[in-house]
T-cell receptor, first 117, second 113 residues
Framework: AQKITQTQPGMFVQEKEAVTLDCTYD???????LFWYKQPSSGEMIFLIY??????QNATEGRYSLNFQKARKSANLVISASQLGDSAMYFC??????????????FGAGTRLAVHP | NAGVTQTPKFQVLKTGQSMTLQCAQD?????MSWYRQDPGMGLRLIHY???????DQGEVPNGYNVSRSTTEDFPLRLLSAAPSQTSVYFC????????????FGDGTRLSIL
């Protein structure tokens, strides 16, 4: 079964420090993609970063990087130099193929990050 | 560029009432989806569409109906609202390429009394 697991319901970090949010996944499909989304208190879903299963290098987008360990089926999000505005809920999601070629997303339960000054 | 627009933003219904959540996109994306978000469960797929005239069920389709008559619009209908359908509903769109992220609307917060 295809599944995303985020084991940290809540995390906190001091401003300017780095933090790692954990994500493990389960799939038998050799072709998959992993996404991280941020959901601030205002409620919108903001795309952060993407990692494809065949990508040779870990994805990076500004202060966000994805620590992709394929053998361990983990795709942890690393946020460097945390800012107060990083306080939000973070969701890991996996692309799974459906009939007709549609790529649905399977979401984890999320991790709530609090950045302290 | 509006992107993905959901209306209404908030709605309170009584059990048994019906209503339609609207989703419109101006991104010319083929794929559109409806998710519901419940505490501690992430987002779960309700229905999706891979193009005008084509819809299919997701993970939690019961109690919901969809149609896709145009590329731009993908309304979600609650046929007879139940308290278990109290949730935040998100519409999302994406291009037909596997590495493209889904773009989400701002959500509709729905309460069923």
């Amino acid at each position: 079964a295809q599944k995303i697991t985020q084991t940290q319901p809540g995390m906190f970090v001091q401003e300017k420090e780095a933090v790692t949010l954990d994500c493990t996944y389960d799939t038998s499909d050799p072709s998959y993609g992993l996404f991280w989304y941020k959901q601030p208190s205002s409620g919108e879903m903001i795309f952060l970063i993407y990692q494809g299963s065949y990508d040779q290098q870990n994805a990076t987008e500004g202060r966000y990087s994805l620590n992709f360990q394929k053998a361990r089926k983990s795709a942890n999000l690393v946020i460097s130099a945390s800012q107060l505005g990083d306080s939000a809920m973070y969701f890991c999601a996996m692309r799974a193929r459906e009939a007709g070629g549609y790529n649905k997303l399977i979401f984890g339960a999320g991790t709530r990050l609090a950045v302290h000054p | 560029n509006a992107g993905v627009t959901q209306t209404p933003k908030f709605q309170v219904l009584k059990t048994g009432q019906s209503m339609t959540l609207q989703c419109a996109q101006d991104m010319n994306h083929e794929y559109m989806s409806w998710y519901r978000q419940d505490p501690g469960m992430g987002l779960r797929l309700i229905h999706y569409s891979v193009g005008a005239g084509i819809t299919d069920q997701g993970e939690v389709p019961n109690g919901y109906n969809v149609s896709r008559s145009t590329t731009e619009d993908f309304p979600l209908r609650l046929l007879s609202a139940a308290p278990s359908q109290t949730s935040v509903y998100f519409c999302a769109t994406n291009q037909a390429y596997s590495n493209q992220p889904q773009h989400f609307g701002d959500g509709t917060r729905l309460s069923i009394l």
